[in-house]
């Protein structure tokens, strides 16, 4: 019984490290910068509207997805065009908070 709480924990461990891994590297992406030029405007708007109409155009597809569903739809548009006329939305996902990830770590079944 031990030996499974033991291997859950650092299964736990393990999950906690590969999410804060996977969180750093998508701090890289500029959400809502759908067609990767730094900037968050009306050509992302103009870009994202195409792409979901069916258009051949280019995007970044995972700056796209602003509401972070793993789908690049018209909530995505809306979302984005709200961010855009300076609506109180949020497009980035959440910073990690580095401090927590390890402390919070209590083992106590000994
Ligand atoms: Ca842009
Ligand atoms: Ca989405």
């Known amino acids: 019984m ?3 709480l033991i291997v859950l924990a650092a299964l736990c461990l393990l999950i906690t ?3 804060g891994a996977m969180a750093v590297s998508a701090a890289s992406v500029v959400y809502g910068d ?3 030029d730094g900037k968050i405007n009306n050509k992302d708007y103009g870009r994202l509207q195409q792409y979901i109409n069916d258009w051949e155009v280019t995007i970044n597809e995972v700056a796209a997805d602003v509401n972070q569903d793993g789908k690049v739809n018209n909530k995505d548009l809306g979302r984005l065009q709200q961010y855009i006329n300076g609506w109180d939305v949020t497009i980035q996902p959440e ?4 401090d927590n990830i390890y402390n919070d770590t209590e083992l106590e079944w000994d």
Do not use: G, L, S, W
């Not at 910073?95 to 580095?98: I, T």
């Open 17 to 19: 490290a590969v999410m």
């Open 34 to 36: 759908v067609n990767d």
């Open 95 to 98: 910073e990690p908070d580095d």
């Open 2 to 4: 031990k030996k499974t």
